[in-house]
């Protein structure tokens, strides 16, 4: 059976490292996992009022979840927290109250910046969230990526064997994870 993952990069930026990274982790899953980016650029800011007439961006984003297995996110920190157009995607697709499209869908966070935490308390927000959703979110192992300019090599992989081996590894977790958790 194949598997379909929406991977959500918390980062709208063009030569976003965080969306370098998603493209990297997919060519190390198995051959029967497909990836589809989600768009979340398009989104209006969440605003209440429009629950009971969602717009068609947001329409679009809570179809696209829906038809996922498994969801993955990759995304920056930004100011020790979660960015705010990765947290206007998720109430969005949470809303009305009863209809969210993440509920029970599998989860996987990981993340990179420059600097040596690596996204760890975005990914700590980020997990709090999740958990309320009601999202199981793979628990171990835990990835902090620091980006360096040779992360990437010019295919797209990850350039340096140990670095390759880790995130291999924590590949093989999330999609067993999924296949675990699929509804
Ligand atoms: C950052 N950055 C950052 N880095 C980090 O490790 N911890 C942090 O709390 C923050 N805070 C932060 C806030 C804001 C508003 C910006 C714009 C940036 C730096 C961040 O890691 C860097 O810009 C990355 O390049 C962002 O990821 P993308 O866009 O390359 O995927």
């Not at 829906?66 to 206007?88: H, M, Q, T």
């Not at 700590?124 to 171990?140: E, F, I, K, S």
């Not at 010019?154 to 999609?175: H, V």
């Amino acid at each position: 059976k194949r598997i379909r993952v929406g991977v959500v990069v918390g980062s709208l930026r063009r030569d976003s490292f965080n969306r370098r990274l998603a493209m990297a982790l997919q060519k190390l899953a198995p051959a029967h996992f497909e990836f589809e980016q989600l768009r979340i650029d398009d989104l209006p800011p969440y605003d209440q009022d429009d629950d009971g007439e969602q717009c068609a961006q947001v329409k679009r984003l809570k179809a696209a979840v829906s038809a996922c297995d498994g969801i993955l996110f990759v995304s920056p920190e930004y100011n020790r927290s979660i960015p705010g157009v990765l947290k206007n995607a998720i109430d969005h697709a949470s809303r009305p109250y009863g209809t969210s499209a993440w509920k029970g869908r599998p989860a996987g966070v990981i993340g990179t910046s420059q600097g040596a935490i690596g996204t760890a308390l975005m990914q700590q927000h980020l997990r709090n969230v999740l958990a309320y959703l009601d999202m199981p979110t793979l628990g171990q192992p835990e990835a902090f990526v620091q980006f360096k300019d040779d992360l990437v090599d010019d295919e797209g992989g990850i350039a340096n064997d140990d670095t390759r081996k880790f995130l291999q590894g924590w590949m093989a977790a999330y999609a067993a994870w999924v296949e675990a958790h699929a509804k």
